[in-house]
């Protein structure tokens, strides 16, 4: 079992910077891939970012290339989304997830991903 707690969203202008942290605990393993995704109500959940704990190899969603970066902190087990340049079309609930496959490149399919976390809100006002 994997267990993942975010935090660090809340209400941010638009134009400004958000940096989410995903705490993940258990069962983790080094060949684990961790994937940030984001959801607003009456929407499907969308992919955003993603990294594999061996290699650091990276995937973003186009809608945020050049404006997030994903990194990993092996030793604490932490996964953190740098979101600058924020726009209201950034507003969703944002989800921590862990895909227990080993992959080369990490997937951006959320039924790709086994464990979720509660997910933090980011508002983003115009």
């Known amino acids: 079992q994997v267990q993942l707690v975010e935090s660090g969203g809340g209400l941010v202008q638009a134009g400004g910077s958000l940096r989410l942290s995903c705490a993940a605990s258990?069962?983790?393993?080094?060949?684990?891939?961790m994937g940030w995704f984001r959801q607003v109500s009456g929407k499907e959940r969308e992919f955003v970012a993603a990294?594999?704990?061996?290699?650091?190899?990276?995937n973003y969603a186009d809608s945020v290339k050049g404006r997030f970066t994903i990194s990993g902190d092996n030793a604490k087990n932490i996964v953190y989304l740098q979101m600058n340049s924020l726009n209201a079309g950034d507003t969703a609930v944002y989800y921590c997830?862990?895909?227990?496959?080993?992959?080369?490149?990490?997937?951006?399919?959320?039924?790709?991903?086994?464990?979720w976390g509660q997910g933090t809100q980011v508002t983003v006002s115009s």
């Open positions: 997830a862990a895909d227990t496959t080993a992959r080369v490149m990490p997937a951006t399919g959320k039924d790709e991903y086994d464990y």
């Open positions: 258990g069962r983790i393993v080094r060949t684990y891939v």
């Open positions: 990294i594999g704990w061996i290699g650091r190899i990276t």
